[in-house]
């Protein structure tokens, strides 16, 4: 036979419960918006009845416990998209800006700066005589180096960015390693008892999502609820509760150009040499930040100092063939250089025709002041072809670079594009099942308010009953 | 399926950004009339544009170019014009000068003053200057090309401009061929001329022109060409018709003047007779070599006409390439802008309704 006693009990469980519920959905509710928030669920059970005989008397309901609805192989998969999705988008914000340097739609640019340095020279032509043209050749022929030092300037600036970038992302790396080393050593403290450390776990998600969209990291958890990541195949940050840093250090480009760029090392303990991971290093926006600072850049200015290379050679070996206007036999345009790597950015006139327009050579005899021969030579080097073997001629092998760097550009933004697709909609997944909707939890408000009303007329009712059993004796 | 808030949320904000970044771009390409702004946009077109672009660039420079060659050629024409007005005058005294029933020792030699004019006048002709440069020097521009005694100064060099990406045309008329003679037969030969597909180091030398049979090395090639035994021997040199025999000397305008002036004076008309014929010759030279020029200015009005065309075709390359519709840059802006709205309208029924709005 069920006591009143074990009645009112029941009710005042049923009421805790309920409010446990309840509390429950504010929660929910509270975080809706935030940030890797998995909605949160509170599991009911019965409790153990009560044997009376030939039956059992049920004692009402307890929590057992509050999950989170959770895919766990589902944010794996949004960690492994999330990295795509942080190297296609480095690269494109990248390249972005590279093609900003060849966009000759609205600004001037170096193919136009070539066209007007050849006709310079054809106007030089028309006029061989006149000072005034040879110091227009002059200023043109300048404005050439100039525009080539440019290119190259703009070029390094943005790998001078991407070196920021680097360093930038490294701390939040490290950061983000920091906190997940704490969250680890309270989710197996909280675990240890048995209840899920559900708000731990979220967050320790979320940054694991951040980190893996600067990096490919792997991540492996162990019994006790802890994990440890690992920055590409070596950098171990994370390990258990304590944590690692990775560094970024400035390297000297082994690309035979000048240029120190930043690399990421790892210590890998105490005393250790810092060990060079930047190669492991393939995803993430880090990785797309690489390949566009290390792979793509560098050969546009391989590109750059083979066309300034060329340009320089091809000019002054017919610029030298003739006399200038002093009919002093015919030296360099453009000052000479040794080596093609950094010839873009190294390019400069002739001392001596800088500092006179004079010793500018038009002529192929001496002592013939409308001699426009080798102008003339000069104007026809623009049609023909001499770089790449032959096949090409300055402005086509320039104007191939341009079409090189838009369809990069193009494939890059359209990589993102897709990839954010892909992303977005994995979001959207993990948000139908572990995200909070208002309506679902406006009905559990009023089931589990109403839940606590009845358990409320419970316990009243069994006040009643003592009620009437005390009024008995009367 | 489950539709959680978060989902409801993050749907509206991407259609609204999808449609905001469409609106965008077509905003762009409206208002820049330009369908490639990026070499992104259309990477084979954007490098095509830029090889129009380089030509646009030179067809402006050649454009120049023609100008300058047309006002050089026009000027040289009418100065040989003007030589060859001398030479008919030259003749019409001359005649009048072996008739003896109307002139005399004493009227031969009034002729023999007014042929020494003439002969300054060619001379002054000779040492022409257009903007500052001697037009018939060859490359020797800065200095008088003919002294008083009609010895030469310049060289045989020829002045070629570019006129369009392959061809040149000779803006000029070396002195020694026009006054001197030389080379009369070689003039007769297509203009403008088509460039020599060599490199440059061979095209230098089959360039150099020879100056004269006696060429020196390098720095005496613009010597003074040696014709001071031009005039002496210009009655007895070998001459021929300037038509059909090539690389024949021709005649020294100089000589044969002073020769008819000396025979004036020293009341020669046998030898007035003979020099009748070489006036006859110096005229067709001068005319020859007139017509030379015409032709080259022939040459120049029909490269300017095709230029125009060229100027014509490259921009609207250009245009096809690289500019939108605008037609349809308009309607692109008209859908994105409906399609923005609609997303707005949907947007504000999707947010609005929760059960929380009916509980009371």
């Known amino acids: 036979m069920a006591k009143i006693n074990s009645m009112m009990d029941v009710g005042k469980r049923a009421m805790m419960n309920s409010q446990t519920a309840l509390q429950t959905v504010g929660h929910n509710i509270a975080n809706k918006s935030t940030e890797g928030f998995s909605r949160q669920r509170i599991e009911t059970q019965t409790n153990i009845p009560i044997s009376e005989g030939r039956y059992q008397v049920g004692m009402g309901a307890k929590t057992s416990s509050v999950t989170r609805i959770n895919d766990i192989f589902l944010e794996k998969q949004l960690r492994f998209e999330g990295t795509q999705l942080g190297f296609e988008q480095a690269k494109s914000d990248a390249m972005t800006r590279v093609e900003q340097i060849y966009n000759e739609q609205m600004n001037k640019g170096l193919n136009q700066s070539i066209g007007e340095f050849f006709n310079s020279f054809r106007e030089l032509a028309t006029n061989p005589e006149s000072t005034a043209t040879r110091t227009l050749v002059r200023d043109t022929a300048k404005f050439v180096t100039k525009d080539f030092a440019k290119a190259v300037a703009s070029l390094r600036a943005i790998q001078g960015e991407l070196d920021q970038q680097v360093t930038q992302q490294v701390g939040q790396i490290n950061a983000f390693g920091k906190e997940i080393a704490q969250l680890n050593e309270k989710i197996a403290a909280i675990e240890i008892s048995g209840a899920p450390a559900n708000d731990q776990r979220d967050r320790r998600d979320l940054l694991i999502k951040k980190m893996s969209e600067m990096a490919n990291v792997r991540v492996t958890e162990a019994g006790n609820g802890m994990i440890s990541v690992t920055v590409g195949n070596s950098g171990i940050i994370v390990s258990g509760n304590s944590s690692n840093e990775i560094t970024s250090g400035r390297v000297e480009n082994k690309n035979g150009r000048e240029g120190i760029r930043n690399a990421i090392f790892i210590q890998p303990a105490v005393g250790a040499d810092p060990m060079n991971i930047t190669k492991e290093i393939k995803n993430g926006s880090l990785g797309g930040i690489f390949e566009v600072r290390d792979v793509a850049i560098n050969s546009l200015l391989d590109d750059v100092d083979e066309l300034a290379f060329s340009f320089i050679n091809g000019v002054n070996g017919i610029h030298r063939q003739g006399f200038d206007a002093f009919s002093n036999p015919g030296g360099a345009l453009f000052a000479p250089l040794q080596n093609k790597i950094e010839a873009a950015q190294n390019m400069g006139l002739d001392a001596a025709v800088a500092k006179d327009p004079g010793r500018i050579v038009a002529g192929i005899m001496p002592n013939a002041p409308g001699d426009n021969r080798i102008a003339n ?98 | 399926m489950r539709v959680s808030d978060k989902m409801v949320y993050g749907q509206i904000n991407d259609s609204l950004h999808k449609s905001r970044t469409g609106l965008n771009d077509a905003l762009a390409k409206a208002s820049s009339q330009k369908r490639v702004n990026k070499p992104s946009d259309d990477p084979m077109s954007a490098a095509r544009v830029l090889s129009y672009k380089t030509e646009d660039q030179n067809n402006t420079q050649f454009g120049k170019v023609l100008t300058h060659a047309k006002s050089y050629l026009e000027f040289s024409e009418q100065s040989l014009g003007e030589l060859g007005d001398v030479f008919l005058r030259v003749k019409e005294l001359v005649l009048g000068a072996v008739n003896d029933a109307s002139t005399n020792t004493d009227t031969r030699r009034t002729l023999a003053r007014e042929v020494k004019q003439l002969y300054e006048q060619i001379v002054q002709v000779g040492n022409r200057k257009l903007a500052g440069k001697f037009i018939f020097g060859g490359f020797g521009t800065v200095e008088a090309p003919f002294d008083y005694k009609g010895n030469y100064k310049g060289d045989d060099g020829e002045v070629r401009v570019p006129i369009d990406r392959e061809a040149f045309v000779a803006v000029n008329m070396p002195g020694s061929r026009i006054f001197l003679g030389k080379d009369i037969g ?45 005039i002496k021997f210009a009655a007895s040199s070998p001459r021929g018709g300037p038509g059909p025999n090539p690389n024949k000397q021709g005649i020294n305008l100089f000589g044969l003047l002073r020769k008819i002036e000396l025979s004036l004076e020293a009341d020669d008309k046998l030898s007035l007779q003979i020099t009748l014929d070489e006036i006859d010759d110096a005229h067709n030279q001068v005319t020859l070599i007139r017509s030379e020029l015409g032709s080259r200015l022939m040459n120049l009005n029909s490269a300017t006409e095709s230029l125009g065309k060229v100027k014509v075709e490259t921009k609207s390359s250009i245009s096809q390439l690289e500019d939108e519709d605008a037609f349809k840059s308009v309607s692109d802006v008209n859908k994105n802008e409906t399609t923005l709205k609609a997303t707005l309208a949907t947007s504000n029924k999707m947010m609005q309704p929760s059960l929380l709005d009916f509980l009371r």
């Open chain 2, 186 to 230: 070689s003039l007769v030969q297509p203009q403008p001329e088509p460039r020599p597909g060599t490199k440059p180091g061979t095209t230098l030398e089959s360039e150099v022109p020879q100056s004269h049979e006696s060429t020196g090395s390098g720095a005496n090639q613009r010597g003074p060409a040696s014709v001071e035994e031009d």
């Open chain 1, 377 to 474: 030579m000069i104007g026809e080097l623009q049609q023909q072809r001499v770089m790449e073997q032959g096949t090409t001629t300055y402005d086509e092998f320039y104007n191939s670079i341009v079409g090189k760097v838009g369809i990069a550009t193009e494939k890059a933004n359209r990589s993102a594009e897709s990839q954010k697709n892909i992303h977005a909609q994995l979001e959207n997944i993990r948000d139908s099942v572990s995200g909070v909707s208002l309506d679902e939890e406006a009905t559990k408000m009023i089931e589990f308010q109403k839940t606590f009303d009845a358990s409320a007329k419970l316990i009243q009712t069994a006040d009643e009953m003592f009620d009437t059993i005390l009024a008995m004796k009367r």
